[in-house]
């Protein structure tokens, strides 16, 4: 059983609108919770880091936790071109501390 | 302040060569992960150092072993390569224990034929 999971996409958007991402995990001592975004050939680059329940907001991407639904999620608003990427949401915590759990990604494209 | 470097770019060996991939974390950072990403996967964590000392380790075979330096720069060892090992290996430099939130270096390239 995968212990991070997201929807593999591609999740098209057109240019303007909000692309929302979801990712579940199964390590309930989770604590700490990432969304980094990775171009094609590239390496990832940190979005958003997420500790509590809630939504967190920064520029046009807001991340949400949920806890108890072992659940969180990104929203991108406003899309543009640029955001056509892979996200990929990471887990830390619990059994393993400073082990990065990522899932697969979800593949996002951006259509004008 | 200096990113987290990592060399070499790209790399082609043969099947039973050995490796050695680096990495220098970023200024101030005194804790190194190590990520191995397969095509269309996510990053599985390898190993993790702190201090010059391994601080976790994931599912990975014994020939994959590490050191860190004491200026916290890490070097990553792969012995008796094999097909499968062809990735990307990501080197990611965080604050140390209870500073969690990592940021990688661009990445080696490894092909393996």
């Known amino acids: 059983q995968k212990e991070v999971e997201q929807n593999s996409g591609p999740l098209s958007v057109p240019e303007g609108a909000i692309a929302s991402l979801n990712c579940t995990y199964s390590d309930r001592g989770s604590q700490s919770f990432f969304w980094y975004r990775q171009y094609s050939g590239k390496s990832p680059e940190l979005i958003m880091s997420i500790y509590s329940n809630g939504d967190k907001e920064d520029g046009r991407f807001t991340a949400q936790l949920n806890k108890a639904s072992q659940y969180v999620s990104l929203l991108i608003r406003d899309s543009q071109p640029s955001d056509s990427a892979t996200y990929l949401c990471a887990v830390n915590g619990g059994d393993s501390w400073g082990k990065l759990q990522f899932g697969a990604g979800t593949q996002v494209v951006v259509t004008p | 302040e200096t990113g987290v470097t990592q060399s070499p770019t790209h790399l082609i060996k043969t099947r039973g060569q050995q490796v050695t991939l680096r990495c220098s974390s970023q200024s101030g950072h005194n804790t190194v992960s190590w990520y191995q990403q397969a095509l269309g996967q996510g990053p599985q964590f390898i190993f993790q150092y702190y201090r010059e000392e391994e601080n976790g380790r994931g599912n990975f075979p014994p020939r994959f072993s590490g050191l860190q330096f004491p200026n916290y720069s890490s070097e990553l060892n792969v012995n008796a390569l094999e097909l499968d090992d062809s990735a990307l290996y990501l080197c990611?430099?965080?604050?140390?224990?209870?500073?969690?939130?990592?940021?990688f270096g661009p990445g080696t390239r490894l092909t393996v034929l």
């Open positions: 990611a430099s965080s604050g140390g224990v209870g500073a969690d939130t990592q940021y």
